[in-house]
């Protein structure tokens, strides 16, 4: 009773083990022709070559077994033996392979026990298991555990085993045909949304090209009517000093010159940035005090300034830097015209310069509601703006042109007293930017 049981429990398993591979493999999905063909198609087009090394490792702990393999199998593949699953593992490990055939029953490692450590060491392989008709667990664990493609029962025929070696092979190789056809795909959907990206930012550029040509051709016309004004004023300036006029308003008047003049430059600097794309500097030695001293003469004509109390800090023995004296007081009046902005009524602006490291540092700093993280990022893009519609979102911009060409950066961050504080740095002596 017991042996017959013990038959139908062995035939039972066989005929599952036959079911199980009647695709070539325990775990292959079924495919069509048409799959077939188009995997082909993508491979001849994307120039995808054999992925296979015709390399077969035979592990068997008899020798004599190991040179029957070999004679059987040598005329067509690269055979590589082992006598054990450790010493398997190691040929793996270094040694192209496609195809692992091993007996089970072996000393120490079983060949179950190998193609499961195979399985997760070396996944691009297909496993064959030699086994007894009896060895009915070795069996299951080859279907269910070791992920074996196919298993060839003692004695063994020829015919089968070279049949079971080429359809092994065969699955080895779509499998890895398939992952070169993924990576290239992937790699060549990477260079596509590589040139995208690229495209869209160059539409960015020339849309921003287009805007800030736009505001050029507007600070040409400004710079014109500006022109025609400073030349009455220039007038008005010689009739004074022949006049007995009050120095006060003398003085009045050629601060009103002195602003002018500036935002004329201010406005031929927008304009041939427009133009050209880049900035053209006038270098020469340059005292950071100077710039300073420069910067609040010109913003004193701003009606908010009375409103306000502006403190100036400049370390004394500072080294001059190369630059260009307009270009940089442009920048500072910028900076603290925005603070004077910023700030309540009766707040202080805070300006000050000093040595760090082989930098200068020229800050401003003011008392108003700080700038929002999420507008910090993008501060010095043009056309952003911490004022909403009230600015056009071009003088900051325009200011880290100026710094960033004199070799230098700025940066915008927290006050210590919750308002805004922005920083310049540049490079002390001659070692600024390039001219």
Same mark, same amino acid.
């Not at 392979?97 to 691009?124: F, I, S």
């Given at each position: 009773?017991?042996?017959?049981?013990?038959?139908?429990?062995?035939?039972?398993?066989?005929?599952?083990?036959?079911?199980?591979?009647?695709?070539?493999?325990?775990?292959?999905?079924?495919?069509?022709?048409?799959?077939?063909?188009?995997?082909?198609?993508?491979?001849?087009?994307?120039?995808?070559?054999?992925?296979l090394t015709r390399g077969v490792l035979v592990v068997d702990d008899e020798p004599l077994n190991l040179r029957v393999l070999q004679d059987l199998l040598e005329d067509h593949w690269t055979v590589h033996q082992a006598a054990s699953g450790e010493e398997a593992l190691a040929l793996a490990a270094t040694t192209p392979l496609d195809v692992v055939v091993t007996d089970q029953r072996?000393?120490?490692?079983?060949?179950?026990?190998?193609?499961?450590?195979?399985?997760?060491?070396?996944?691009?392989?297909?496993?064959?298991?030699?086994?007894?008709?009896?060895?009915?667990?070795?069996?299951?664990?080859?279907?269910?555990?070791?992920?074996?493609?196919?298993?060839?029962?003692?004695?063994?025929?020829?015919?089968?085993?070279?049949?079971?070696?080429?359809?092994?092979?065969?699955?080895?190789?779509?499998?890895?045909?398939?992952?070169?056809?993924?990576?290239?795909?992937?790699?060549?959907?990477?260079?596509?949304?590589?040139?995208?990206?690229?495209?869209?930012?160059?539409q960015a550029m020339l849309l921003h090209m287009e805007r800030v040509g736009t505001i050029g051709r507007l600070a040409s016309g400004v710079a014109h009517d500006l022109r025609n004004v400073m030349a +009455? =004023?220039?007038? &008005? *300036?010689?009739? %004074? $000093?022949? !006049?007995?006029?009050?120095?006060?308003?003398?003085?009045?008047?050629? #601060? +009103? =010159?002195?602003? &002018? *003049?500036?935002? %004329? $430059?201010? !406005?031929?600097?927008?304009?041939?940035?427009?133009?050209?794309?880049? #900035?053209? =500097?006038?270098? &020469?030695?340059?005292?950071?005090?100077?710039?300073?001293?420069?910067?609040?003469?010109?913003?004193?004509?701003?009606?908010?300034?009375?409103?306000?109390?502006?403190?100036?800090?400049?370390?004394?023995?500072?080294?001059?830097?190369?630059?260009?004296?307009?270009?940089?007081?442009?920048?500072?009046?910028?900076?603290?015209?925005?603070?004077?902005?910023?700030?309540?009524?009766?707040?202080?602006?805070?300006?000050?310069?000093?040595?760090?490291?082989?930098?200068?540092?020229?800050?401003?700093?003011?008392?108003?509601?700080?700038?929002?993280?999420?507008?910090?990022?993008?501060?010095?893009?043009?056309?952003?703006?911490?004022?909403?519609?009230?600015?056009?979102?071009?003088?900051?911009?325009?200011?880290?042109?100026?710094?960033?060409?004199?070799?230098?950066?700025?940066?915008?961050?927290?006050?210590?007293?919750?308002?805004?504080?922005?920083?310049?740095?540049?490079?002390?002596?001659?070692?600024?930017?390039?001219?």
């Amino acid at each position: 009773m017991c042996a017959r049981t013990n038959s139908r429990s062995a035939h039972f398993l066989f005929a599952k083990a036959r079911a199980y591979t009647s695709v070539h493999s325990l775990a292959a999905p079924r495919r069509t022709v048409n799959d077939d063909l188009q995997i082909s198609a993508l491979v001849e087009r994307l120039g995808v070559g054999t992925q296979l090394t015709r390399g077969v490792l035979v592990v068997d702990d008899e020798p004599l077994n190991l040179r029957v393999l070999q004679d059987l199998l040598e005329d067509h593949w690269t055979v590589h033996q082992a006598a054990s699953g450790e010493e398997a593992l190691a040929l793996a490990a270094t040694t192209p392979l496609d195809v692992v055939v091993t007996d089970q029953r072996m000393p120490g490692m079983k060949g179950v026990d190998l193609l499961a450590e195979l399985r997760v060491r070396r996944p691009d392989l297909a496993g064959i298991v030699i086994t007894g008709f009896a060895d009915m667990q070795s069996l299951e664990s080859a279907i269910n555990r070791a992920g074996a493609f196919r298993f060839l029962r003692k004695p063994w025929d020829a015919a089968d085993v070279l049949s079971a070696v080429e359809q092994a092979a065969a699955f080895v190789g779509r499998g890895r045909t398939i992952r070169a056809l993924v990576e290239q795909l992937a790699a060549q959907g990477s260079a596509l949304e590589a040139s995208l990206a690229s495209l869209r930012e160059q539409q960015a550029m020339l849309l921003h090209m287009e805007r800030v040509g736009t505001i050029g051709r507007l600070a040409s016309g400004v710079a014109h009517d500006l022109r025609n004004v400073m030349a +009455g =004023l220039r007038s &008005a *300036e010689d009739e %004074m $000093r022949q !006049l007995d006029v009050a120095p006060g308003l003398r003085d009045f008047l050629g #601060l +009103g =010159l002195s602003h &002018a *003049e500036n935002l %004329m $430059r201010s !406005l031929q600097t927008l304009r041939d940035y427009s133009r050209t794309g880049s #900035l053209e =500097l006038t270098r &020469a030695p340059l005292a950071v005090g100077k710039v300073v001293e420069n910067a609040v003469a010109i913003a004193r004509m701003d009606p908010l300034f009375r409103q306000r109390a502006v403190e100036r800090r400049v370390d004394e023995g500072l080294p001059e830097l190369m630059g260009d004296a307009q270009k940089l007081t442009q920048v500072l009046v910028n900076l603290v015209r925005n603070a004077l902005q910023a700030s309540p009524p009766r707040a202080t602006v805070r300006i000050e310069a000093a040595s760090r490291g082989a930098e200068l540092l020229v800050a401003v700093e003011d008392e108003g509601a700080g700038v929002a993280a999420e507008v910090r990022e993008r501060l010095f893009q043009p056309f952003v703006s911490g004022k909403g519609d009230q600015g056009l979102g071009m003088g900051l911009y325009m200011a880290r042109l100026i710094v960033e060409r004199h070799g230098g950066r700025i940066s915008a961050g927290a006050g210590a007293r919750g308002g805004a504080r922005f920083e310049v740095s540049l490079p002390a002596g001659g070692t600024a930017g390039p001219a």
